[in-house]
């Protein structure tokens, strides 16, 4: 089975600091690891994904992520915060291996940036 | 207009009554998948499916029911609502090709089981 944790609801930050969401994950083979943001009365927005290659993976809007794969973990990070990053982050993994083809989710982590 | 859309965006129903969410895609994705998305347990998948008159269950399928008889639609119906299923819903899509495993969102659809 797949599974992924978000072990905090919501982190706190202040403008212009660096952030970091969490993500750990569980599969038996190689995951695909993703993440989405939601603002407020919308659908999910992909921000970035890990295939294969390096780990450090750059997305949408100066995030970033790292694959460690001892550590079965893939954080999100930003490293100066703004405003208007404030929004709910789900973090979602696939195990190709399965033929199983969703996705599955964290319970989310809602990013509050403070001014 | 090109995308995932889904409706209504909003629905207030009743205990025992039948309720139908709509989810509409341009892209002819093979992949269309229905989760719902409840405080503390982040999305949940319901059912998804590989391509038309081909469906499956996911985590929480009880007390639903899908179909798709065509490539870009891909509806959901609660036969008899209760309100347990008071619920955000999504749907999504996503292509076969190699690498595009990315799923692209609806707005989703905000149900309320009275």
């Known amino acids: 089975a797949q599974s992924v944790a978000q072990p905090e609801d919501q982190v706190n930050v202040a403008e212009g600091n660096p952030l970091t969401v969490k993500c750990t994950y569980s599969?038996?083979?190689?995951?695909?690891l993703f993440w989405y943001v939601q603002y407020p009365n919308r659908g999910l927005q992909f921000l970035l994904k890990?295939?294969?290659?390096?780990?450090l993976v750059k997305g949408s809007y100066g995030f970033e992520a790292e694959f460690n794969k001892s550590q079965t973990s893939f954080h999100l990070k930003k490293p100066s915060a703004l405003v208007s990053d404030s929004a709910l982050y789900f973090c979602a993994v696939r195990d190709p291996r399965t033929g199983r083809r969703a996705l599955t989710f964290g319970s989310g982590t809602r990013l509050q940036v403070q001014p | 207009d090109a995308g995932i859309t889904q409706s209504p965006r909003y629905k207030i129903t009743e205990t025992g009554r039948q309720v139908t969410l709509m989810c509409h895609q341009t892209?002819?994705?093979?992949?269309m998948f229905w989760y719902r998305q409840d405080l503390g347990h982040g999305l949940r998948l319901i059912y998804y499916s590989a391509a038309a008159d081909i469906t499956d269950k996911g985590e929480v399928p009880d007390g639903y029911v899908v179909s798709r008889s065509k490539t870009e639609n891909f509806p959901l119906t609660l036969e008899s609502a209760t309100r347990s299923q008071t619920s955000v819903y999504f749907c999504?899509?996503?292509?076969?090709?190699?690498?595009?495993?990315?799923?692209?969102f609806g707005a989703g659809s905000r149900l309320t089981v009275l």
């Open positions: 999504a899509s996503r292509g076969i090709a190699s690498g595009a495993n990315v799923l692209t």
């Open positions: 892209w002819s994705h093979s992949y």
């Open positions: 890990y295939i294969t290659g390096d780990n």
């Open positions: 599969v038996s083979g190689n995951p695909y």
